[in-house]
């Protein structure tokens, strides 16, 4: 849409409007970054060492991961309780973040 003068329109989806293509650069949506805590309150981020508080059983592993245990380079699953990690010999583990302490 041009209405003459030198300012081009965008049709914006998310407000159903048009507006000036200059102004959707400077609107940006705001971002929703999930904060993620441990047991002790300290913010996680991806990459982070966690160590475990207490004894979890692996379902479908048939293993139990010791109080201790070093998790290395966890990843944020947007979900607030969760964070996915690696573990020898368990793939696709995802663990709550109450159950872990930052290193």
């Given amino acids: 849409m041009n209405d003459g003068t030198d300012d081009v329109y965008i049709y914006d989806e998310a407000s ?6 200059t102004m959707t650069q400077t609107m ?11 047991a002790v309150g300290n913010l996680l981020a991806d990459g982070d060492q966690v160590t475990l508080i207490k004894d979890l059983v692996v379902k479908g592993a048939g293993q139990t991961l010791k109080r201790g245990t070093l998790i290395k380079s966890i990843r944020l699953t947007g979900d607030s309780q969760e964070i996915d ?15 872990v302490r930052k290193r």
């Avoid at 940006?28 to 441990?38: G, K, N, Q, W």
Wanted: with cysteine; hydrophobic share 40%.
């Fill in 85 to 99: 990690c690696r573990f020898d010999g368990i793939k696709g583990l995802v663990l709550r973040a109450e159950f």
């Fill in 16 to 21: 159903g409007e048009w507006v000036i293509a």
């Fill in 28 to 38: 940006s949506e705001p971002e929703t970054t999930v904060e993620v805590r441990d």
